[in-house]
């Protein structure tokens, strides 16, 4: 089976991307991948120029989002169909929609885990990166049973941490 990178930062995740998003789909051709994912943090900014870059490289391109929780965790969003993106840009529109409630700088976007459950349909979910992902089996539990088995993958990374 090929590999394929499913949770991919771009400079419009700010301080943890770098590279734009007609980058990303170059460097992944360069590696002889035959998708890639885009996941910026809580935004979907990029997505077009990926598009447009991966389809002129066929490449294909895969959509998504990693979603800021209101506990301090985060989850990567995939789309699969239509309705997965209609659902991911409403859980996106949720976690900005609170964050200029008051004067000054926009606090940080974020959802309740239940707004993701409500909007599964049509989304795959990675259960997030080794330090904030969600790991504990209750929330497990209630991913597999929004997302079914089939669309509910556990993220495995090596952060070489100290400890």
Known sequence: MPYVELHCHSAFSFLDGASLPDELAAAGVELGYGALAL???????????????????????????EIDLDDGRHMTLLVEDARGWSNLCRILTR???HTREQPGPPSQAHVPLETVLEHAEGLVCLSGCALRGVHDEPALKRLREAFGPDRLRVEIQRPFLQG
């Open 39 to 65: 996941t910026d943090h809580n935004s979907v900014s990029g997505s077009m120029e990926f598009a447009v870059a991966a389809r002129a490289l066929e490449l294909r391109p895969i959509h998504g989002a």
């Open 95 to 97: 976690a900005h929609s």
